[in-house]
Every structure is written in structure tokens, then in C-alpha cells.
């Protein structure tokens, strides 16, 4: 049952390691990320990408940035640091756990009264490695949840990419699978290949591929024909953020799914941590959706595929309304309706 080999970050002292996921599957190969904007560059061009691996990468940034400050009080430390975070802050402004990161390390270095210095860069740094390793452990808790919800055997439908990849290990929804598949139950995936950037063809057939899962990949618009067709026993996906209502912002094409999965009655299951649930927003219209260049719609590769000032529209995300999931798995347990009781109950524990 243990992890995979797959390494999306690290931290290598003097650098973060990242893999460069908009090479995959052609190539692996690896960026050295030496400060707070190469990290924050790697994010916004979707090098590292996944709600939990990018608070994960600015958590190593903002260790960078203590590590080779030249502040001399602790007051400069701080305010150094708390730039950085305006920086890494900007990078996407929809995956929450990119903010929760960062909040929480700011918070660890303001409550200590200490002005030791070396002192204050080490609890950043030893923080950033804590996000990490609690992101791990976290995911092989929502594997363990999420198992008891899949039938045996079972065909299992997700978007976009949930895995190692996209977490600090494993995954979330792709773990569930992971899971499921590692404990000998018989499984097999479809996923949607999730337009503009092919998450799901490059990423999570790689990562099934490698895992030696079953799967079969669809475009995404053929989702509701499968559905129709061969039927499916669950939808399951992750998710950038979720409100108090549970209502759940996931990759453009999710809200789709769990309409259609509505429609020829499919469970529809959210994968995720609790540091992605936004507790202090009230539902899905506060959520702020990222909107993308054009060109990853009417380019593909550097190849044009559609004529020259097309107009688009390009969120990279959609929400999808608390009435629509089944049930929303993290690593204290299912959270079922009423949602808000329950992400109530399940946020406010420590
Ligand atoms: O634009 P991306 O690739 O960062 O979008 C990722 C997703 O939508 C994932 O489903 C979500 O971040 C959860 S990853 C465990």
C-alpha cells in the first residue's frame, strides 16, 4: 500500500525540485527552482499544478526566501516573507490550499515571541517540510475513507489529474483509486482527457499507466455518452476549494460531470483535504474562478486551431453546486448532507 515513485516536489536545501508536468508524458525532467519567482513562475505556467502541490511549492518558496534573507530583526524577516506571499499569492487565485500554505506558516513565525532569527528561519523552513509530510499522510487517510465507498468491482469515472502529481504524494482522488486497485479489488478508471491542457491524457493516464491500473480515455464531451452506454459506478474527482455549503470548485468540465452523473443517478464523490475546504466562504459564488490565456484554446502545441482573434472565454475552473455530490471525502472522515453541518463539524476540530 505504499506511495509511488512519482516525485513532483522537493526540497533539496538549496533549491526546490520540480517536476515540469507540461513536459509529461513525453519527457521527465526537472526544474531547479532557486527563489520565491522561479517557484512562483513554475506555478503560474502549470509546471506544478494541483491545489495540494501548489501550497506545497510556495510553503518551499517562502523557505527559500527565509533561508537567504539577509535580514538582520526579526520585524524585516517578516516583512520580507510577507511579500513573498503577496507574490506567491498572485500566482492562482483559486486553489485555496496555496493561501492556507502560506497563512499558516505566517501565522507560526508571528505567534513566536522570539527574535532570533536563525531561530525564526528554521521553524519556516521545518513548517514548509511539516505541509509536505502532513499532505502525504493526509492522502493515504482519504484513501482508506474513500475505499469503503467503491463497489468491488467497479468502474470508476474522474477529470482532470488527482494524483502524486498533483498532491504532495499519492493523491486524493486518484489515491482512492490507487487504493482500491493496491488492496487487490478490481477496478477500472475512465478519464476524461480534461480540456484546454489534457490533465487527464498527459497526467493521469501517466500515472495509471505506471500504477499498472485499468483505464480506458475519453474526450470529455464524450462523458455523458459513456454514462449512457456502459454505465459507470461513481464519479470522483478533487477539488481547488470548497465553501461551508460544500458547494466545490474543480477543473472546467467537473460541473458537467456531476450533472450527467445526476441525470443516470452515479454517485458523485469529492476527494480532498480539509485545507481545501474555505470555511469562511458561505457558497460556490464567492469563489473566485482563474481565467487562463486564450491561447490554450485556440492553440495547441504552438499549432493555431482556430482562426487569429477568436474571441474566448477560458475559466479554468467551474463550481459545482453542493446538491450535486454524493459525499465529500477527506482525511477525518465522509462528510454526507447536510454539508454545511458536517464541514462545520469537521473544520472546527484541530
Ligand atoms: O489547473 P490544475 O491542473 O491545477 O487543476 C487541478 C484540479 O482541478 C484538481 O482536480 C484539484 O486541484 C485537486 S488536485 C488533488
Redesign the pocket.
Known amino acids: 500500500l505504499a506511495t509511488d515513485t512519482i516525485c513532483s516536489i522537493s526540497w533539496q536545501k538549496d533549491f526546490v525540485k520540480i517536476l515540469d508536468q507540461t513536459k509529461l508524458p513525453a519527457a521527465e525532467i526537472y526544474l531547479e527552482c532557486r527563489n520565491v519567482e522561479a517557484v512562483a513562475h513554475a506555478i503560474e505556467r502549470?509546471c506544478i499544478?494541483?491545489?495540494?502541490?501548489?501550497g506545497i511549492a510556495a510553503a518551499m518558496a517562502l523557505a527559500l526566501e527565509a533561508q537567504s534573507s539577509k535580514s538582520k530583526t526579526a520585524v524585516d524577516l517578516i516583512n520580507q516573507l510577507a511579500s513573498a506571499c503577496v507574490r506567491l499569492k498572485q500566482t492562482?487565485p483559486t486553489?485555496v490550499n496555496l493561501q492556507w500554505a502560506l497563512n499558516r506558516i505566517m501565522d507560526k513565525v508571528r505567534s513566536r515571541s522570539s527574535t532570533d532569527i536563525s531561530f525564526l528561519k528554521s521553524l519556516v523552513i521545518k513548517e514548509a517540510m511539516l505541509i509536505h509530510h502532513e499532505d502525504i499522510e493526509n492522502n493515504m487517510k482519504i484513501a482508506e475513507y474513500g475505499q469503503t465507498v467503491i463497489p468491488d468491482p467497479a468502474t470508476v469515472l474522474t477529470?482532470?489529474?488527482?494524483g502524486s502529481l498533483?498532491?504532495g504524494g499519492y493523491?486524493?482522488?486518484l489515491g482512492v483509486i490507487k487504493r482500491v486497485h493496491a488492496i487487490g479489488r478490481k477496478i477500472s478508471v475512465i478519464a476524461c482527457e480534461t480540456r484546454p491542457?489534457l490533465?487527464g491524457a498527459r497526467l493521469t493516464a501517466w500515472e495509471l499507466k505506471k500504477a499498472g491500473i485499468p483505464f480506458k480515455l475519453i474526450t470529455d464531451s464524450m462523458a455523458g455518452y459513456f454514462m449512457k452506454v456502459f454505465g459507470a459506478d461513481l464519479v470522483i474527482?478533487?477539488?481547488?476549494r470548497i465553501a461551508a455549503n460544500g458547494d466545490t470548485a474543480?477543473?472546467i468540465g467537473?460541473y458537467s460531470l456531476a450533472v450527467l452523473a445526476k441525470n443516470h443517478a452515479i454517485p458523485f464523490f469529492i476527494a480532498?483535504p480539509i485545507s481545501?475546504i474555505d470555511a469562511t466562504i458561505h457558497n460556490g459564488n464567492e469563489i473566485v474562478i482563474e481565467e487562463r490565456s486564450p491561447e490554450e484554446i485556440t492553440a495547441f502545441q504552438g499549432i493555431e486551431t482556430a482562426p487569429v482573434h477568436t474571441d474566448v472565454w477560458n475559466p479554468?475552473?467551474d463550481i459545482v453546486p453542493s446538491k450535486y455530490i454524493t459525499g465529500i471525502i477527506t482525511e477525518r472522515g465522509i462528510i454526507r448532507r447536510p454539508f454545511t453541518k458536517g464541514i462545520c463539524r469537521l473544520c472546527c476540530r484541530n
Open positions: 502549470l499544478r494541483g491545489a495540494p502541490a501548489i492562482r486553489a477529470i482532470c489529474n488527482t498533483a498532491t493523491g486524493t482522488a491542457l490533465q474527482a478533487g477539488a481547488d474543480n477543473k467537473t480532498a481545501t479554468s475552473f
